[in-house]
């Protein structure tokens, strides 16, 4: 099987014209809209404020803390009472959401970047734990550093995701590096309907989810999968001890394509990933109308799984 290079096309503009320089500002808790924003002993209160303040390109530092609607930052979301951030200028000019400290900082909501009709580009989100999970919804260049993803609803979602069924707009040319992901959902994590993506040093671990939108032949539990997408790159990803707790049980790395073809499965390829000490099969990959040479794996680990180590091609 040949080995496929994918490569993340970042649009190169060559300008003559200056920028404008990027400006930092400060978001705490215990901090005020009524402050200026530029500095740790002045920082805003709500991401409203701040992302209706900054430029696209500009930075924001998170102090530490614990956001959420109740402490009256709201979180980032398009959803009452919160705020997304701005898209960037480009790929050398990316709006940064960061923590000043990684692992101090907790935002007590799902992050939900995009909307139906509206993209957002060239954002980084580094160094914050949501509580709640988070999707890219309708979003291209986007970079997700040292984050945690945790949710346990239960609902028959995914605690992490990149794409949707909602619009045909795209989720592509987005990262997702050095991060972890948790909770009780059916899927873990999932790159649905999105192309040219990476998934970079990802660690997930499911903890079980026994509702009944994760029971049942139709609710299969997954840790991580790759649905109706192509030329997606999954490198040094780890599931581990994920367990079922009365859920169906599937797979650690799944894939599927059952649409009409409309949106294909494929390629995509899994580099130096791991799937050790969970409750079902490790790599279970399937497709209804599979693109020819759809699923490169190489140097893949399967150990100590409850299923089959590795299923290729199942139906």
Known sequence: MKHLLFILLLPISLSFQAQAAAATYYISPTGSDFAGGRSEASPWRSFQQAFGSKSGGDELILLDGVYSI??????????????????????????????????????????????????????????????????????????????????????????????????????????????????????????????????????????????????????????????????????????????????????????AEHSDGSYALGPNEWLGCVALNNDDTGFYFEADNANESTHTLRDIVAWDNGGVNVNIGAQ
């Open 70 to 255: 109740d402490s009256g930052t709201g979180y980032i979301s398009s959803d009452e009472g919160s705020s997304q951030p701005p898209s960037g200028r480009g790929p050398g000019a990316m709006t940064v959401v960061r923590a000043k400290n990684e692992g101090r900082v907790i935002i007590d909501g799902k992050l939900f970047l995009g909307g139906t009709k509206h993209k957002v580009s060239y954002i980084k989100i580094q160094g914050i734990t949501f509580e709640g999970g988070g999707r890219l919804f309708n979003t291209s260049y986007i970079t997700i550093k040292n984050c945690g993803f945790h949710s346990d609803t239960m609902s028959g979602g995914a605690v992490f995701s990149i794409g949707t069924n909602d619009h045909t707009q795209g989720n592509t040319n987005n990262l997702i590096e050095d991060c972890w992901i948790w909770g009780q959902e059916r899927v873990i994590a999932i790159n649905y309907r999105a192309d040219y993506n990476i998934w970079r040093r990802v660690v997930i671990r499911g903890d079980g989810c026994n509702s009944g939108a994760c029971t049942g032949s139709g609710n299969p539990n997954v840790g991580f999968s790759v649905y109706e997408s192509k030329y997606n790159s999954i490198q040094n990803m780890l599931v581990i001890d994920r367990v079922l707790d009365g859920g169906f049980g599937y797979a650690a790395f799944a894939t």
